[in-house]
C-alpha cells in the first residue's frame, strides 16, 4: 500500500506502509547498528581543545566582532537607515534615528545618526549581510581575531553604541595610514 505525499517544496512524493517483519518489529538491527557506530568513535581523535592554553586556528575568512567605522574626521558613519536591521536574517540589529542638532557636526557625517545602535550577540549568526546591506560603509565584522567576549548575564551580550563604535584614535591612525 503507498501514500502519495506532498512535502514542503510542493514537490509529490510516494510513501509506503509496508508491514515490518519480525526482526525489523524488534529493533535489534537499528539496535547493534548503533552500539557500533558508538564503539568505533571510542577509539577516534578527540577534537577538544583546551582552550586557555591553545589557541584554535581561525579560517581565513573569520568574520570577528561588529564595528561601528568612523570617517578620517572621526565621524560616525552610520545614518541609521535601518537597512542593515532589514538585512539581518537573525533579527540582531535594533536602532533609533535622531537628527543631528547644531553644534555636533564634528560627530556626526549627515543629517540623520543613530542614537540607539545595539546588536544582539546572542542572536547574530555572523553572516555578514549587515556588512553588504550597508549603503555609507558604517558597519563591518572585524578582521582581526576579536571574539566576542564570554559572560555571565544575558544583558552583557547586547552591544551598545559603547562598545560597537571604533575608537577615535583608531580612525585617526587609519587616516594618517592612507595618508602616507
Known sequence: ???D???LSGKKMEVSNKKMSFWESLYL???????FITIRHLFTRKVTIK?????????????????????DQGRENCTACGLCAVACPAEAITMK????????EHLYREEKYAEIYE??????IFCGLCEEACPKDAIYLTETKV???SASKREDFIYGKDRLVMPLEMALRNSKNKAS
Open 1 to 3: 500500500m503507498s501514500l
Open 5 to 7: 505525499t506532498i512535502s
Open 29 to 35: 538491527v537499528a539496535i547493534v547498528k548503533g552500539l
Open 51 to 71: 582552550y586557555p592554553e591553545q589557541k584554535r586556528e581561525l579560517s581565513p575568512v573569520y568574520r570577528g566582532q561588529h564595528m561601528l567605522k568612523r570617517d
Open 97 to 104: 534615528a535622531a537628527e543631528r542638532k547644531p553644534g555636533e
Open 119 to 124: 546588536i544582539n550577540m546572542l542572536r547574530c
Open 147 to 149: 571574539m566576542v567576549a
